[in-house]
């Protein structure tokens, strides 16, 4: 095996090395808007150990990966403090967690479904069928938006950072039929993020940037394929509104309600909840979002946008250490105060 993985390094690594050093001009470049920008060296020494485990875990049976990862993230969880602490602060403020204690066992159970989607994101290709996939939630919505018999419609999927999300977009479209487009980010270190995307990206599942991507989006709408938006994490005031999540005020994106008020298409709150350790998932979902506008839009997009927030909300509820509780998601918690704008004297 270690004579495999030395011949497996050499030939990829010289592969992956001749092309890269043009791309991470091209995303440096991109990334020169952004406050914080990561160096090349930095760069290089965050890519080079998620390479040699990438590689290694994908020599490995699935559950001896999942082994090694959990010790890994074992690790993190005892010396990233910052992570931890926040972590346990925000299962007790969204009233998950009674107190430190159950917060802390919570917590650590978090990161061990973290650590789980890691390895299920190396071995996506080796993994993955749609025949370990199963539904539950809404009967309507299954039997409108993901029956196997066919004909179902195609919609607009809110989602989370939950159980395996990066499964969620090949795994709908080919349960369903109907090609899908998802929006992304863009990945603060674009060697580890052109990895994560051979994961994500498939035949029928394409991406958009999140920046300048409500068009592509459209698009897609417009030829009636499914969109998947993830909207857990907190919302800049130009991009969401305030709602309310887990009974605290958040800002959540609005462009699902942009979109469903535009076009009509029905609202899908979904999650991609894991089930066990073979890698078997379930999509659960919450009754479609049909809403009528009426005369008063910015109503519509808040009555909506919470619409969504609170389907999420009662599925996250159900087996809440699948959710990512590091996220800061709150207003009222892990967050500056606003500055006041200062006042001239005339």
């Known amino acids: 095996m270690l004579n495999i993985f030395k011949f497996v390094f050499k030939c990829d690594f010289a592969c992956f090395s001749a092309r890269v050093p043009r791309r991470i001009k091209i995303m440096s470049e991109k990334l020169k808007k952004k406050k914080k920008v990561k160096g090349v060296f930095r760069i290089w020494s965050e890519f080079i150990p998620f390479w040699l485990f990438y590689k290694f875990v994908r020599l490995l049976p699935l559950k001896v990966g999942y082994a090694i990862s959990r010790q890994v993230f074992k690790g993190f969880f005892s010396i990233d403090r910052k992570h931890r602490e926040r972590t346990i602060k925000h299962l007790i403020h969204a009233g998950v967690a009674k107190d430190e204690v159950e917060g802390r066992a919570m917590a650590f159970k978090s990161f061990m479904s973290f650590s789980m989607l890691l390895v299920e994101i190396f071995k996506m290709d080796q993994e993955f069928s749609v025949d370990k996939m199963s539904v539950s939630g809404s009967e309507s919505t299954i039997k409108e938006a993901l029956s196997r018999d066919g ?86 005031s130009n991009e969401g509104m305030e709602t309310v999540f887990f009974g605290q005020p958040c800002r959540t994106h609005t462009s699902p309600a942009l979109l469903h008020l535009k076009t009509g298409v029905p609202i899908v709150p979904m999650l991609t909840r894991r089930l066990d350790d073979n890698f078997h998932f379930e999509f659960v979902v919450s009754d479609l979002i049909k809403y009528e506008p009426t005369d008063d839009k910015e109503k519509d997009i808040l009555t909506v946008t919470q619409m969504y927030t609170t389907a999420l909300e009662k599925m996250i509820s159900q087996q809440p250490e699948q959710w990512l509780w590091a996220h800061r998601r709150w207003l009222n918690i892990h967050r500056k105060p606003a500055v006041a704008a200062p006042v001239v004297s005339e």
């Open 151 to 236: 004909g179902n419609c195609n919609v607009i999927i809110v989602t989370a950072h939950y159980g395996n999300w990066e499964v969620a977009g090949t795994a709908w479209a080919t349960y369903t039929g109907i090609p899908m487009v998802s929006v992304m980010r863009p990945f603060g270190n674009p060697l580890i993020g052109e990895y994560i995307l051979r994961s994500r990206t498939s035949d029928i599942h394409k991406m958009v940037n999140k920046s300048g991507g409500i068009r592509g989006l459209l698009k897609a709408l417009k030829e009636k394929k499914t969109i998947a938006i993830l909207a857990d994490q907190h919302a800049g």
